[in-house]
């Protein structure tokens, strides 16, 4: 059984830094791109950093580049998200996301976690 478990929201002021954890268990976590979206009231879910299994290649959304940096630790199949300098518009429920082969497509999701920020 396919699991990706969110954990690490919460409230912060702005400045502050989280880190999110994802843990992923029920699949061959060194052989997944892993990715975290984020999802603000009545937004769409959008991409905020990934990373390729194959070549380690990372991306990240504009408004993050600098203040957060995506991380993967095979061993503890986790998946992290350090988040700086946070921001109130960073405010959002944040979802880590699997995906076999590099494209637009992502097979596993988890169920998020809640990032307030507050100025």
């Known amino acids: 059984q396919v699991q990706l478990v969110e954990s690490g929201g919460g409230l912060v002021q702005a400045g502050g830094s989280l880190r999110l954890s994802c843990a992923a268990s029920g699949f061959t976590f060194g052989r997944y791109g892993m990715a975290w979206f984020r999802q603000a009231p009545g937004k769409e879910r959008d991409i905020v950093a990934a990373?390729?299994?194959?070549?380690?290649?990372?991306y990240y959304t504009d408004s993050v580049k600098g203040r957060f940096t995506i991380s993967t630790d095979n061993a503890k199949n986790t998946v992290y998200l350090q988040m700086n300098s946070l921001k109130p518009e960073d405010t959002a429920v944040y979802y880590c996301a699997a995906q076999k082969a590099r494209g637009n497509t992502y097979d596993y999701w988890g169920q998020g976690t809640q990032v307030t920020v507050t100025s």
């Open positions: 990373t390729s299994w194959s070549d380690y290649i990372t």
